[in-house]
Antibody, heavy 122, light 109 residues
């Protein structure tokens, strides 16, 4: 079925990096974008960035300038989000999500992964 | 960046009552590209409304969205037990990217 399956939970020390994956199935990966959204404990949703599954173009929120890299592997139907120089404030549940329209990257998200918990602690 | 402010922060209502949730943008949202999501504990958000007023597939008609420009509203006509949750608004009309509001919790009174 149509789904996004994310990699497992991570525990990292401050200053380290993490790379999360989001594997798509049940649809044509290159026809849609993938976004990354995080949610700190008890907080609302925070958009991090997106990647165009077709041409690989990406964009991220200015808040994460220099720390986030979003990539994809079309042969594996998988998107990745790499976040560097981790701090305790990066402890959150990280979601990948797919826009509901083909080709159009900026649209409402009708498909979400199950989330990956990243804990940053010394 | 388009800042979205949701109000109230918490709404205490009884099953069967009407819920009205507000989402105000710091600037006009292009093409009224506003979506609403429902989130229950331990679950990923679920798309309810897109384009300010279009219901997503499988969403009951007790959920409706309205508004334009900078002011948007989600209305739940008669609350069912499963509707007690957190609701997030989102704008996706800015070329800078997507932003979300702070959320409104609808709790049982």
């Amino acid at each position: 079925q149509v789904q996004l399956v994310q990699s497992g939970a991570e525990v990292k020390k401050p200053g380290a990096s993490v790379k999360l994956s989001c594997k798509a199935s049940g649809y044509t990966f290159t026809s849609y974008g993938i976004h990354w959204v995080r949610q700190a404990p008890g907080q609302s949703l925070e958009w991090m960035g997106w990647i165009n599954g077709g041409n690989g173009n990406s964009k991220h929120s200015q808040k994460f300038q220099g720390r986030v890299t979003i990539t994809r592997d079309t042969s594996a139907n998988t998107a990745y989000m790499h976040l560097s120089n981790l701090r305790s404030e990066d402890t959150a549940l990280y979601y990948c999500a797919r826009p509901m329209k083909m080709i159009i990257v900026l649209y409402a998200f009708d498909l979400w992964g199950q989330g990956t918990l990243v804990t940053v602690s010394s | 960046e388009v800042v979205l402010t949701q109000s109230p922060g918490t709404l205490s209502l009884s099953p069967g009552e009407r819920a009205t949730l507000s989402c105000r943008a710091s600037q006009t949202v292009s093409s009224n590209y506003v979506a609403w999501y429902q989130q229950t504990p331990g679950q990923a958000p679920r798309l309810l409304i897109y384009g300010a007023s279009s219901r997503a597939t499988g969403i009951p008609d007790r959920f409706s969205g309205s508004g334009s420009g900078t002011d948007f509203t989600l209305t739940i006509s008669r609350l069912e037990p499963e509707d007690f949750a957190i609701y997030h608004c989102q704008q996706y009309g800015s070329p800078q990217g997507v932003t979300f509001g702070g959320g409104t919790k609808v709790e049982i009174k």
